[in-house]
C-alpha cells in the first residue's frame, strides 16, 4: 500500500454490491484515477479512516481525498460515522458525501447537522446513477479544493 501514499484516496463505504459496483464503474469511466478503497459497514469504516483494528497496519500517511458513505450500514450507520469523523480534529474537515438512497428528512437533516459536505440520493436508475457518481467524482477530485488540515490523515 505504500504506493498510495502520494495519492489521494477515495473511501467508499457501501454494502449493496451492485452499487459498489456502478460506483467503481462511474469513477473509472469518469477517469477518476484515484486509488478506491471499498468497506462495507460502518465500524469497518470507522477502522479505516482512524488506522485502528482491522486496519491497524494501515499507513496513516495514506490521506484521504473524500469519504462517499451511505447511511444505512451494517454495524454502524452512516450517520454515527460522520458523527465520529467530525469529533476527532485530525477528521473533522474531511470531506464527506453522503451518498444514499434514503428519502427520509431525518436522514437529510441529521447529516447536515453533523456536518456532512454533501448529500446524493441514489438514483434508482442505472444511467442516472452513473451520472450522478461521475459528477461527484469530477467535483470531489478535480474541481473542489480540500483544506490542506484536511488532507493531514488520521493516523
Known amino acids: 500500500m505504500n504506493e498510495l501514499i502520494n495519492q489521494r484516496v477515495i473511501l467508499l463505504v457501501e454494502d449493496n454490491p451492485d452499487d459498489e459496483v456502478l460506483t467503481l464503474r462511474a469513477l473509472r469511466k469518469s477517469n477518476i484515477r484515484n486509488p478506491i478503497v471499498v468497506v462495507r459497514d460502518g465500524a469497518e469504516a470507522v477502522d479505516y479512516i482512524f488506522a485502528q483494528g482491522k486496519h491497524a497496519e ?13 447511511i444505512h450500514l451494517p454495524k454502524m450507520d452512516g450517520l454515527a460515522v460522520l458523527r465520529r469523523i467530525r469529533e476527532d480534529e485530525r ?3 474531511l470531506p464527506v458525501v453522503m451518498l444514499t438512497s434514503s428519502n427520509e428528512e431525518r436522514d437529510l437533516d441529521g447529516s447536515y447537522e453533523l456536518g456532512v459536505n454533501s448529500y446524493v440520493r441514489k438514483p434508482v436508475g442505472v444511467t442516472e446513477f452513473f451520472d450522478a457518481v461521475r459528477q461527484l467524482g469530477m467535483y470531489w477530485l478535480v474541481l473542489n479544493e480540500p483544506s490542506p488540515r484536511a488532507m493531514r490523515g488520521a493516523g
Open 91 to 93: 477528521t473533522r474537515l
Open 58 to 70: 494501515r499507513d496513516p500517511h495514506i490521506q484521504l481525498q473524500v469519504v462517499l458513505l451511505d
